[in-house]
């Protein structure tokens, strides 16, 4: 057996216990899951290097964790994926940084950029379950990653999507994506804070309701449960490879 197996078994087994806590254990990916995998990555590739003699092959571990962590941190940015997400992905590349499938894209088998090749086989093969979502989220006029809930019903660990905040005794909001950043005294609601507000903060700013200080409303993401996308992204690059690449060759092909 191929050393490069024992990583790929991990990566498969790693993202199918995701996709069960994910799914049935209240949209949790357990940071004793993640962590280890992206330990056992880093720890992997170094050894594997010693072995051929080859220092790309030693630092590739380390290059595809880095990867795929840049990748996972700008989708928790738009607010598609949550902090569990971004970790998953994370292990993933770094247990999978390259890979030699059956039809592998080149920038994946000769490079640390095989969390590539997972991340476009799980939007492709998600693409109709997230396009059948986004028209029942406009049918029935919510965002597809913001909705917009009461005060009064917000809960604990809730991910704002703009920032409640205090400067000079008065309540004012901010959202990330229009102007600078202000400074505030206190902040009640930060959208930066990846485990979302705490029971302190959804107290205040229920008090604030009542006191007529603040409206009854505020944003929040609305994140998908994207570790069964991840899943099906690993079964696919590791027993099949890249579905863009063969895309594209079969587009140019044809042209």
Same mark, same amino acid.
């Given at each position: !057996? ?7 078994? /991990?990566?498969?087994?790693? +993202? ?6 994910? =799914?049935?254990?209240?949209?949790? @990916? ?28 030693? #630092? ?14 700008? !989708?928790? /940015?738009?607010? %598609?994926?949550? %902090? ?7 292990? =993933?590349? +770094? ?12 920038? $994946? $088998? *000769? ?14 093969? !998600? /693409? ?5 979502? +986004? ?17 009064? *019903? =917000?809960? *604990?660990? !809730?991910?704002?999507? *703009?920032? @409640? ?10 959202? $990330? ?18 485990? %979302? ?6 107290? #205040?700013?229920?008090?604030? #309701? ?6 009854? $409303? ?10 069964? +996308? /991840?899943?099906?992204? #690993? ?17 140019? %092909?044809?042209?």
């Amino acid at each position: !057996m191929q050393p490069e197996f024992i990583p790929a078994a /991990l990566a498969i087994a790693a +993202a199918c216990i995701a996709m069960y806590t994910d =799914l049935f254990k209240g949209r949790i @990916i357990p940071n004793r899951l993640t962590y280890p995998m992206i330990g056992a990555g880093i720890a992997f590739y170094p050894l594997l290097g010693l072995y051929r003699g080859d220092l790309w092959i030693a #630092v590739s571990g380390a290059l595809g964790a880095a990867v795929a962590f840049a990748i996972g941190y700008a !989708m928790w /940015l738009t607010g %598609g994926w949550a %902090g569990g997400d971004v970790k998953l992905f994370t292990a =993933l590349g +770094a247990l999978l940084p390259r890979f030699s499938p059956t039809s592998p894209a080149p920038y $994946s $088998s *000769e490079y640390p950029l095989f969390p590539l090749t997972i991340l476009f086989n799980s939007v492709i093969a !998600m /693409l109709p379950i997230l396009f059948a979502y +986004a028209v029942v989220c406009r049918i029935r006029e919510r965002g597809v990653l913001y909705e917009r809930v009461k005060i009064t *019903e =917000l809960k *604990e660990g !809730m991910i704002p999507a *703009e920032a @409640i905040y205090e400067k000079g005794g008065r309540v004012e909001r901010w959202s $990330s994506r229009f102007g600078l950043k202000p400074r505030w005294d206190r902040v009640y609601a930060n959208p930066s804070r990846a485990a %979302g507000v705490t029971r302190y903060q959804v107290g #205040v700013l229920k008090r604030l #309701v009542r006191e007529g200080k603040l409206e009854n $409303s505020i944003r929040i993401k609305r994140g998908m449960p994207f570790a069964p +996308a /991840l899943g099906v992204g #690993v079964f696919i690059a590791v027993l099949y490879g890249d579905l863009y690449w063969r895309f594209i060759s079969w587009a140019l %092909g044809s042209w």
